[in-house]
C-alpha cells in the first residue's frame, strides 16, 4: 500500500527544484501576474483522508477546470438534452478554436473548450438569470468542497475577461449565428467569464471533486446520477485538456481537466481526488509542472485507470 503522504510531500519537493516551468498565461491580464514558483497539491482519498503539500491552501483562478462543474449543473437542470448541442468528441484543436464550427454548423465538440462550455452556460440560461446561475455555481461548489464561504469569483478576473475575450466573443456570437445560442450573448459570456474567475485552492478543489470519485455521491448526498459521472469521467479523459488529451491519458491515465490558470482536477475513480496547481502552462495551455507531478503520482501509487486491478 503507497504511502500517499509521503509520495505528495516528495513530488512537492521535486517540483521546487525544476527549473522548466512552462509560461505563465498572460492573455487574460491579472494571470500574467501570478509568480512561476507556486506548486501546490492536494489529494483527497476515498476515506476522506486529505494529503497536500506546497502551496494547496493558496488560491488561484481555475477557469476551464469549472467547466466541469458547469456541465454537472447543466445536466442536472436539463438531462441528456444537452448532447443535442455539443458534443462528446475531442477537438483535437486550442481551447479557443473557432475552425470546427464552421464545418460541423456550430455544434462545439465538447463541453469541455470554450464553445462547448459556452454553450453549457447558454443552458443554464434557459431557466436563470446570469445572476442566478452565478449564484448557484458558487453555492454549488461551496457545497462540493464542504466549504461555508471562503470560496469566492474573482471579480478582477472576470472583469478582465470581459475586456479582452474577444474570441470567446467571436464563438459565441458565430455560435449564436448557427442558433445554438439562445440567450443573449453578452448575457452567456458574463456568466461563462464568472465561472471560470471561481479562485479556489488545491485543497478545495481536491474536495468538491470527490462525487466524481465517489460515483456521483459524496457524504451520503447524491450530486449527480452514477451514470453521468461515470460519463463526465469519461469526458475528462478524452477532452480534459484540449489538443493535449491524448498524450495526458498516455502519461497520465486518470480522466483530469485543467485550466489556464495552471490548475488541473484529476480523478482516480474509487480511490482519490487530486488537485495540482502550477501557473506556467505548456503549449496547449496546461499546467506543465502540475502534468509531471501528476505523472510521477500515477508511478508510484499505479492509480493510473488503464493499470490492471486485481479481484
Ligand atoms: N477563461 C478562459 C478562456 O475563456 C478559460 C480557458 C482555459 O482555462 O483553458 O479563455
Known sequence: MADVGRIVADIAGEMRGEEHRGKVASYIPPLACVPADKFGLAVVMADGSVHTAGDADQTFSIQSISKVFALTLALGAVGDQLWKRVGREPSGSAFNSIVQLE???GIPR??????GAIVVCDLLLGRLQPREAIGQMLRFVRELAGDDDTIRIDETVAQAEQDTGFRNMALANYMRAFGNIHSDVGMVLGTYFHFCALA?????LAMAGRYLMHGGRVEGHRVITESRAR???ALMMSCGHYDNSGDFAFRIGLPGKSGVGGGILAVAPG?????????GLNEAGNSHLGQLALERLVQRTGWSVFEPRVG
Open 103 to 105: 464545418t460541423e454548423h
Open 110 to 115: 465538447n463541453p469541455f473548450i470554450n464553445a
Open 200 to 204: 479556489m485552492s488545491c485543497r478545495q
Open 231 to 233: 460519463r463526465i469521467n
Open 271 to 279: 480511490i482519490a481526488s487530486i488537485a495540482v496547481w502550477s501557473p
